[in-house]
Nanobody, 125 residues
Framework: QVQLVESGGGLVQAGGSLRLSCAAS????????MGWIRQAPGKEREFVAA????????YYADSVKGRFTISRDNAKNTGYLQMNSLNAEDTAVYYC??????????????????WGQGTQVTVSS
C-alpha cells in the first residue's frame, strides 16, 4: 500500500497561486494513478484533476481547466497541483488520492484506493 501526505495549502488572495504537493511512501509511487479531490464547507467532494501513473495523460474538472495543472515526479515519489488564478470558489480541503494503475484511471470522487489527510486552501476575496 501507499501512504500520502499533502502539503502546500494556506491562505492566498484571489488571483494568486499555490502549489500543492503530495508525498508518497510505501509502495512504488509509479504503481498508481494519482488525483486531487477537494471538499468545500457544506458541500460534497468534487473531483479536481487526475494524472496517469506514467504522467502521459491528465484530466481536469471543467471548473479548474486552464487554471490548474497536475503533474508528478515518480523519481521523487511526489505529485503536484499547481493552482493559478485562484478565486473564492476554490476554497476547500484538497485531498491527494491514488489508485492502482492496473485499473482504468479514475476521474471521479470515488474509486480511489488511498487518500491523504488533506490540506486546507483558503482564498480571500
Amino acid at each position: 500500500q501507499v501512504q500520502l501526505v499533502e502539503s502546500g495549502g494556506g491562505l492566498v488572495q484571489a488571483g494568486g497561486s499555490l502549489r500543492l504537493s503530495c508525498a508518497a511512501s510505501g509502495r512504488t509511487f509509479s504503481s498508481y494513478h494519482m488525483g486531487w479531490i477537494r471538499q468545500a464547507p457544506g458541500k460534497e467532494r468534487e473531483f479536481v484533476a487526475a494524472i496517469r501513473w506514467s504522467g502521459s495523460s491528465t484530466y481536469y474538472a471543467d471548473s479548474v481547466k486552464g487554471r490548474f495543472t497536475i503533474s508528478r515526479d515518480n523519481a521523487k515519489n511526489t505529485g503536484y497541483l499547481q493552482m493559478n488564478s485562484l478565486n473564492a470558489e476554490d476554497t476547500a480541503v484538497y485531498y491527494c488520492a491514488a489508485a492502482q494503475r492496473s485499473r482504468p484511471i479514475v476521474v471521479d470522487t470515488t474509486g480511489w484506493d488511498y487518500w491523504g489527510q488533506g490540506t486546507q486552501v483558503t482564498v480571500s476575496s
